[in-house]
């Protein structure tokens, strides 16, 4: 879809020109899973697709709510915005409006808009769709109602204020109560970089990912199968009974401490064999996270490939995170020639795999990988070849 037939659905919605026109993108984990929580860092990356915002002041007093991937729309008065029932999609954005006004009391909402989104991340995949659609929203309206974020120079520091406005409107008006590693992603993308990001602190670094003739390529398993909060629930528990057990030899606050050393001296402490598996995961992940940013920095893109592959091992046997959907897809780009590297990304048991494949490869990756999930799961997988985009950016 191009801007200018953005703009005409925009006029064909609302009659009018759009006046401005914004973009966020989507993302997705390179590398650093389950680690957020136990004190490690995560290495996401914005994507090249995302979700795009239109809009145009009203003199009506409601803000419109359409997007060109849903049929339902939305009129909410000024004076009534709260959490709309049913899952209303207009929360992802009716939210960011609202708690830009709670953070910055400076910034009022007088007036109503007619606002049009579009998508092109696939939604409900892993790929934070829903994180998309935050920060456009917190970008344009920041910028609309002049919070002070938006007009103070330091642009890091604005971008994540961005990101942490999403972050609570999807805990609050999406019932969600996730981390920030999406919305940040989103926030703080660069183009041809990754963000080494700590989410406890926030503290993040721009990688350089020089992909000369290779591509990242994302799977959709479209499998009805997701990692729900009572297996979520789980792996925090296990890793906190981890924590317990090994605090009794050595003091820690976060499993993220330990190096593949220190597991050594401490695992005989840890009597729950579950617990001992997750806890064996969070250390191995968290030493290959940091390698991983290592290698990128050398440019040595085939061992990072490598320890993407160790991470699928991981959560498939210590973390029990994965189920015969992402294995068959994973196990399926392992075998084929050209692939550098294949894991699961996001929480587990559905979303998709990131795998990073020679150019001359993506044709027969495709192929195999398409053909060896269906045999194995009777379901047809879909491919995206991603380029490391910015994030999120006013365009017009
Ligand atoms: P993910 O973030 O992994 O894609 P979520 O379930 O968190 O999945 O978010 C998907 C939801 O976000 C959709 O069901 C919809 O409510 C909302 N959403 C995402 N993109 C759009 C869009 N372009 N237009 C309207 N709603 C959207
Ligand atoms: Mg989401």
């Known amino acids: 879809m191009t801007l200018s037939e953005l703009q005409t659905s925009f006029e064909q919605?609302?009659?009018?020109?759009?006046?401005?026109?914004?973009?966020a993108p989507g993302r997705v984990n390179l590398i650093g899973e389950h680690t957020d929580y136990n004190g490690g860092s995560v290495l996401p990356c914005a994507l090249s697709f995302g979700a795009w915002l239109l809009l145009r002041k009203n003199d009506d007093g409601v803000?419109?709510?359409?997007?060109?991937?849903?049929?339902?729309?939305?009129?909410?008065?000024?004076?009534?915005?709260?959490?709309?029932?049913?899952r209303a999609w207009c929360n992802y954005a009716l939210g960011c409006i609202d708690i830009i006004g709670?953070?910055?009391?400076?910034?009022?909402?007088?007036?109503?808009?007619?606002l049009l989104y579009y998508g092109n991340v696939p939604a409900g995949a892993g790929l934070s769709s829903s994180a998309a659609m935050e920060?456009?929203?917190?970008?344009?309206?920041?910028?609309?109602?002049?919070a002070v974020c938006y007009q103070q120079s330091d642009d890091k520091a604005y971008r994540t204020e961005l990101a942490k406005i999403s972050q609570l409107c999807e805990q609050q008006y999406a019932g969600v109560m996730c981390g920030i590693m999406d919305q940040f992603a989103s926030a703080q993308g660069k183009k041809d970089h990754a963000i080494h990001l700590h989410c406890d602190t926030l503290e993040f670094e721009h990688v350089p990912v020089k992909l000369d003739g290779i591509k990242v390529v994302i799977t959709n398993t479209h499998s009805p199968h997701h990692l729900d909060s009572g297996a979520y629930n789980d792996r925090v528990r296990q890793c906190q009974?981890?924590?317990?057990?090994?605090?009794?030899?050595?003091?820690?606050?976060?499993?993220?401490?330990?190096?593949?050393e220190d597991w050594q001296?401490?695992?005989?402490?840890?009597?729950?064999?579950?617990?001992?598996?997750?806890?064996?995961?969070?250390?191995?992940?968290?030493?290959?996270?940091?390698?991983?940013?290592?290698?990128?920095?050398?440019?040595?893109?085939?061992?990072?490939?490598?320890?993407?592959?160790?991470?699928h091992v991981s959560l498939r046997d210590d973390y029990e995170v994965t189920g015969p959907q992402l294995d068959a897809l994973a196990e399926a780009a392992w075998?084929?020639?050209?692939?550098?590297?294949?894991?699961?990304?996001?929480g587990g048991f559905g979303g998709c795999t990131v795998s990073l494949v020679k150019d001359e490869a993506i044709e027969s990756f495709k192929a195999f990988v398409g053909k060896e999930y269906e045999a194995k799961t009777g379901l047809k997988a879909d491919f995206y070849v991603a380029e490391i985009g910015d994030g999120v950016t006013r365009l017009r």
């Open 63 to 86: 803000l419109r709510f359409r997007s060109l991937n849903m049929k339902e729309t939305y009129s909410i008065q000024l004076s009534a915005i709260k959490p709309q029932p049913n």
């Open 135 to 146: 920060v456009v929203t917190a970008r344009a309206f920041t910028e609309e109602l002049s």
């Open 241 to 260: 009974t981890a924590l317990e057990q090994i605090r009794k030899v050595r003091p820690i606050n976060y499993l993220a401490e330990l190096t593949p």
């Open 335 to 346: 075998q084929v020639e050209g692939v550098l590297g294949s894991r699961m990304t996001g």
């Open 13 to 23: 919605a609302f009659g009018k020109q759009a006046e401005k026109i914004f973009f």
């Open 265 to 311: 001296e401490v695992e005989q402490a840890i009597t729950d064999p579950i617990a001992k598996k997750r806890a064996h995961h969070v250390v191995g992940e968290v030493a290959r996270t940091a390698a991983a940013v290592e290698a990128l920095k050398q440019g040595n893109i085939a061992y990072f490939g490598e320890l993407m592959t160790a991470s």
């Open 102 to 114: 709670q953070r910055h009391p400076e910034a009022k909402l007088t007036s109503g808009y007619d």
